[in-house]
């Protein structure tokens, strides 16, 4: 079964960090592209950052030098490292893998950052 599961979100004060990691299953990890999306409650899903199966990143401009995508095809997951956490980075925070025939969503995690 294709399968991405979030985990690690929760409630942090701003200034603080938090990891996201998303666990693969069903799918050959390491022929896809995977990124980490966000949407904020009245705004659309947006792309925060991505590595592609070569592992070259890419990042919003919102979350460079604050975030860290990384991945293991070993042990088919995706990471996020989130740092200097702000309160515009409050969202549900969603796991994609993308290869040539499909593109897989998780069901999200909920990031909430107070002020």
């Known amino acids: 079964q294709v399968r991405l599961v979030e985990s690690g979100g929760g409630l942090v004060q701003a200034g603080g960090s938090l990891r996201l990691s998303c666990a693969a299953s069903?799918?050959?990890?390491?022929?896809?592209?995977m990124g980490w999306y966000r949407q904020a409650p009245g705004k659309q899903r947006e792309l925060v950052a991505g590595?592609?199966?070569?592992?070259?990143?890419n990042y919003a401009d919102s979350v460079k030098g604050r975030f860290t995508i990384s991945r293991d095809n070993a042990k088919n997951t995706v990471t996020l490292q989130m740092n200097s956490l702000k309160p515009e980075d409050t969202a549900v925070y969603y796991c994609?893998?993308?290869?040539?025939?499909?593109?897989?969503w998780g069901k999200g995690t909920l990031v909430t950052v107070s002020s």
């Open positions: 590595i592609s199966s070569g592992g070259v990143t």
């Open positions: 994609n893998a993308k290869n040539r025939d499909m593109t897989i």
């Open positions: 069903g799918i050959i990890f390491s022929d896809n592209a």
